[in-house]
C-alpha cells in the first residue's frame, strides 16, 4: 500500500503524480512516478520528485532508489539530472533486462 503520495496541480487538474514506500529501515523506494505528455518538460517531475525526497528525508530516510524502463529515456535523464546514480538491479528487478535501477543519497 502507498501511504505518501504528492500529485500536482495546474489550477484544479491534476498534472502530475509520484509515491513512496519503504523499502528497508534507511532507504524508501520512490514508485509510480507520471506526467502526462503535454506537461512534460515543465518542471513538474523535478517538483513531484523533490517533494518526494525531502519527505523521504524528514522521515528519516537516508537514501531513494527507483526503478524505471531501458525505453524511458524522459526518466532517465530525470533522475541523472536529480543526482541518481545508476545501480545493479535489486529485489523484484534483479535480472530483468528491461529495468534500470538508479539510487541517491538524502
Known sequence: MLRHVVVAY??????GCG???PYDDAT????RMFVPLEHRGSGVAVAVLH???????????GK???????????????YKKSGYS???NY???????SSVCFEKSL
Open 28 to 31: 524508501m523506494e520512490v514508485k
Open 19 to 21: 509515491a513512496i514506500k
Open 51 to 61: 517533494e518526494l525526497e525531502h519527505w523521504a528525508k524528514e522521515l528519516g530516510f
Open 10 to 15: 495546474k489550477k484544479d487538474a491534476p498534472v
Open 64 to 78: 531513494c532508489i527507483l526503478e524505471t524502463g531501458i525505453k524511458m529515456p524522459e526518466a532517465i535523464g530525470l
Open 91 to 97: 529485489g523484484q528487478y534483479a535480472g530483468v533486462a
Open 86 to 88: 545508476q545501480i545493479d
